[in-house]
């Protein structure tokens, strides 16, 4: 971090923990190099920020990482993970009121008035805020203390348990509310397809290839854990057998992909497709006949309606034209019979 400091650093970043492997940083060390420097220091605590404070009234050890330290100037963190709220909230706390005006948004040369915001979002939900603070005040400190317990253990059981099979190894420390781990016995991405079947939550990481295990609260439950390590253990089996060995699956044939790709360019344009396409409507000229089409047909009408596409797409919007009609000539029929 030292020899990535330069005259247009800005900002560092440190997470407690990081969203990958569950990981700490040392953000003490972080914290004495961003105050020599003269640096602001971010402590993105949107994972632990429910955890972590809790963590040392269970009497477990925990390094400091929030405004104790000097060099930290300011900290997220998330409502709706582990503060247990609904929707989508999160807190950005500052160490000084400075800091809070750089946040802040003005425009006096706005037509309609003074124009004065916050927060970039603009207009805020007060009733999810408001939701929070009595759902925070519900759970109090020991319900959140018995919370983090919980976590904790049932993470570092995990972690142990995970040690104990063959060919699989931790990826990262698993300090905190995440496990990350890989296995030298099977494609770890058709592992996780696998995972995902029998409905638990395994979620595939790149760098390192390998899968990650959030604790939620519903994986503290009583037997949670054993029946998940019963589906892992057999789920490794049944991929060791299955021939041909090295056929992959979805995500394994993706994620090899991915790491095959030299110009990670590529790879963010693909991105961008795909978000682009939750925002696509239909052409203006077919809109009205294929809002309601299939999902093959909402496709489709998003490539354009030229050469065989065009073809294809006429066809659906004249098979959907003729389902409409019959069943209004169907319900003519009901209501002429009950006349």
Known sequence: MKRAIGPRTCMI????????????????????????????????CTLGGFVLPFMEYADYSVPAFDFRLPGVTSISADLHRYGQCPGRLSVLMYREPAFLRHQFFTNSEWPGGCYATPTMSGGRDGGAVATAWAMMLRKGRDGYINAAQRIIEATRQLAYRLQGLDG??????????????????????????????????????????????PISLSMCEEGVLDHFLE?????????????????????????????????????????????????????????????????????????????????????????????????????????????
């Open 231 to 339: 589906d892992l253990e057999m789920a490794i089996c049944n991929l060791k057998s299955m021939e041909p060995a090295e056929k992959l699956g979805t995500t394994a044939s993706f994620y090899q992909m991915l790491q095959k790709v030299n110009d990670k360019t590529l790879v963010d344009e693909l991105s961008l497709i795909r978000l682009a396409a939750h925002y696509s409507i239909p052409p203006p000229a077919e809109r009205r006949s294929l809002r309601t089409l299939s999902v093959e047909g909402r496709k489709l009408s998003m490539l354009g309606a030229t050469g065989d596409m065009g073809k294809k797409l006429e066809e659906l919007r004249r098979g959907f034209q003729k389902e409409k009609e019959a069943k209004q000539e169907a319900l003519k029929n009901e209501n002429s019979e009950e006349k």
């Open 168 to 213: 699989v190894s931790l990826r990262g420390s698993a300090d905190l509310c995440v496990v990350a781990f890989t296995t030298s016995e099977v494609n770890v991405y058709n592992l996780v397809d696998v995972m995902v079947q029998k409905g638990w939550h395994v979620d595939p990481l790149l760098s390192p290839a390998a899968a990650r295990v």
């Open 13 to 44: 970043i440190a997470s407690a923990p990081n969203h990958i492997t569950g990981t700490v940083d040392p953000i003490e060390k972080l914290a004495k190099l961003a105050q020599r420097y003269h640096i602001p220091l971010h402590v993105d």
